[in-house]
């Protein structure tokens, strides 16, 4: 246990299993204050070590990470984290007090967590004691009991009001320079009413003047304002500004790293994968991945199968986006018979998300769908896995996560939005407009 000598501006920070499963370096991330891993958290990472998934990656780096810096020494002493941080303890299991009895049926290890928090919490009266966690439920059990508790904050975007959109409108605009973009297809940067400071690389613009107006984007690379023409991408024609911004970027060579983001039927996923496609002969491989998160807390395992049939149903909806796409040719289309051929070589390929990790990508054309539901760091750990000639494509809707322990602010769409914002090799942008149906669009703003 922490030495009752410690500052008492320091404080003690005790940490739940998901914390650790969502960051497996989080251990750095708490300054000089001392970190209480609860010894049911060590329990319940013997449940996740084995594994395929992410998730059991995170894991199993834990408790390499933790048996690294243990080295000989013993937990019962604490054990220094580094210069200018705190020490590391584990807490081992204490009796339930009389509140979490009358409270609590279960000796559940959530439960067990609480007690070993109530504990230390009335052991160092002097210090701070928080209870850190990504479970609301746990933080509201804690706070009933009068602990301490907090998200996890270290990767989240702290104004998710003001995340970038990739794309700004404006009435009014100055005719002239429509005028020119028109004629000339760019202006510089000089002749554009706004100074280059205010402008972020790949950034998107609806410019509305007197009777006309024109889409344009900052190229980062020439430092032009330059005119963004329609285009389709293999049949697929955009509907609106914002579908043709997304073809820009997605047909754009330079730009190798690529989110979209917006409701469903919003077509993210469909454009993405039909920019794929015309540029097929450029990449040696289009992959199209999502990560899996089981529905009502049940494991893929309970799925009846094999393993291809137990990830069926979670691919669906790449499986259907592509059906769009060779639905748009005939039968003995030119088109058709590239999708086809492609499959069967494997140069088209829908795949869980957990298969890619650990592989070098070069040369590949990588679609990552229902990003929103990755942790920061596994889009760091995908993205780190591009080699030369890839470029990668992560769509997705922050505000439907099917993670109990992502939010808006922590999943790793967000952040990459907001990190890579500025970076010359990166374009986002968010789709506001439903083109599924008519139907789909009035559900999805109404019910």
């Known amino acids: 246990m922490p030495a009752k000598k410690k500052p008492l501006s320091s404080k003690i920070f005790i940490l739940d299993t998901n914390v650790l499963l969502h960051d497996h370096q989080c251990l750095y991330n708490f300054q000089d204050n001392d970190v209480i891993i609860p010894i049911v958290v060590l329990e319940e990472l013997d449940r996740f070590k084995k594994g395929n ?76 004691v928080v209870l850190i966690s990504k479970d609301i439920n746990l933080r509201m059990k804690a706070k009933s009991l009068g602990l301490k508790t907090e998200d996890y904050e270290t990767d989240k975007v702290k104004n998710i009001e003001v995340l970038y959109k990739g794309v700004d409108s404006y009435e009014d605009f100055d005719s002239e320079v429509i005028d020119k973009l028109y004629r000339n297809g760019s202006v510089a940067v000089a002749d554009f009413p706004m100074a280059e400071g205010d402008i972020t690389a790949n950034q998107y613009f609806i410019l509305k003047g007197t009777g006309q107006s024109v889409l344009a984007w900052f190229d980062p690379f020439s430092h032009m304002i330059r005119r963004v023409e329609k285009h389709s ?75 291809k049939e137990k990830i069926g149903p979670y691919m669906l909806p790449l499986y259907d986006n592509l059906s769009v796409i060779k639905n748009k040719f005939g ?55 591009a080699g030369e000639g890839t470029k990668m494509i992560f769509t997705g809707d922050v505000h439907q996560i099917d993670s109990p322990y992502l939010d808006m602010q922590s999943n790793g769409l967000a952040y990459l939005t907001d990190k890579m914002k500025g970076q010359d090799l990166f374009a986002h942008i968010n789709l506001v407009k439903g083109e599924r149906s008519y139907l789909a669009e009035l559900a999805s703003n109404l019910l």
Request: hydrophobic share 40%; net charge neutral.
């Open 53 to 128: 998934d992410q998730i059991n990656f995170q894991a199993r780096e834990f408790v390499r990470l933790m048996d690294k810096i243990a080295g000989e020494s013993l937990f019962s002493d604490g054990v220094p984290l580094g210069p200018d941080r705190g020490r590391l303890f584990i807490a081992t299991g204490k009796p339930f007090p009389q509140v979490m009895e009358e409270s609590f049926s279960e000796r559940t290890p959530d439960h067990r967590i609480l007690a070993i928090a109530i504990h230390i919490n009335e052991k160092f009266k002097e210090r701070s």
């Open 233 to 307: 991408a293999f049949s697929i024609e955009p509907r609106n500004a914002e579908q043709t911004f997304s073809l820009n970027a997605l047909l754009n060579p330079d730009i190798r790293l690529v989110s979209l983001t917006g409701k469903a039927g919003t077509g993210k996923t469909l454009l993405a994968l039909a920019a794929a496609l015309q540029q097929h002969k450029m990449y040696k491989q289009i992959l199209l991945a999502r990560p899996i998160v089981p529905l009502s807390n049940r494991d893929i395992g309970f799925l009846p199968g094999d393993v």
């Open 331 to 385: 039968a003995q289309s030119k088109e058709l018979s590239i999708i086809e051929e492609m499959q069967k070589r494997d140069e088209l390929l829908i795949t869980p998300l957990a298969y890619i990790r650990g592989r070098s990508l070069s040369d590949v054309y990588f679609i990552v769908d229902e990003a929103q539901n990755l942790t920061p760091h596994e889009v760091k750990t995908i993205i780190t896995r």
